[in-house]
């Protein structure tokens, strides 16, 4: 499942980036973000220590910006980003006595995800409290549902597609398990997203001839 979320994300990056005109990279993209937020969710149930995994995540994001800004979007923050910010809700939803408190919670950080230049937005948050808090079919209608807001919206007509690790997670629980079963060493999976990232900007760069400016400004204007 592991190596599933980084060769797809991997592919998606690389048709980003030097084939933006070619959807079928983009395509075969969209498995990769469901797995980083159902494996975010895990990692919250499952984490030995919260606060220490929400620092890990900071760290993680924080050593990926620069890399993100020159491979795929010099005015955004990656989605490392988006999904620390999923994390702390989760954290907070958790601390909750009453679950009616988070409605509040969960608006207000979809106002704020929604409005920063993050790496999907609120849509990363949506699908992480899907993940979440909605089991079994329902958890398919709810993503399936997700999508169609967004198409319907924004026009995320490739993102549709999203949708198939959450079919497998949902309605194939047994094959997704002997998946989850294959774990990767753990700093592999940590480190992974940084240093390909990395890696692209220095091929982007040598590629193109071109060095990228990040727009510190857009970084920070809500």
């Known amino acids: ?3 599933i979320a980084m060769l797809t994300m991997l592919i998606d990056h690389i048709g980003y980036i030097f084939f933006p005109g070619e959807m079928g990279w983009r395509i075969v993209g969209r498995i990769a973000f469901p797995i980083y937020c159902y494996m975010l ?18 760290l993680i994001a924080l050593l990926t910006q620069i890399p993100y800004n020159l491979a795929l979007d010099p005015g955004g923050w990656n ?104 774990r990767l060493p753990r700093w592999i999976w940590w480190s992974f997203y940084p240093l390909h990232l990395a890696a692209l900007a220095l091929v982007k760069i040598l590629y193109f001839q071109e060095w990228v400016t990040i727009d510190w400004r857009s970084l920070f204007t809500i």
């Open 79 to 182: 989605v490392v980003f988006t999904l620390l910010l999923s994390a702390l809700v989760l954290f907070v939803l958790d601390k909750l006595p009453n679950p009616w408190y988070g409605i509040p919670v969960v608006i207000l950080a979809f106002v704020l995800m929604d409005r920063l230049p993050l790496d999907y937005n609120a849509y990363g948050l949506l699908l992480v409290l899907i993940f979440r808090y909605v089991r079994s079919y329902w958890m398919i209608l709810a993503h399936f549902l997700l999508n169609s807001i967004y198409l319907f919206y924004y026009g995320w007509t490739v993102q549709m597609l999203s949708i198939v690790p959450t079919l497998l997670i949902a309605g194939a629980p047994g094959f997704w398990r002997l998946l989850e079963q294959k």
């Open 1 to 3: 499942m592991q190596i």
């Open 41 to 58: 969710v895990q990692g919250h149930i499952h984490t030995s220590s919260r606060p220490r995994y929400l620092r890990r995540l900071l």
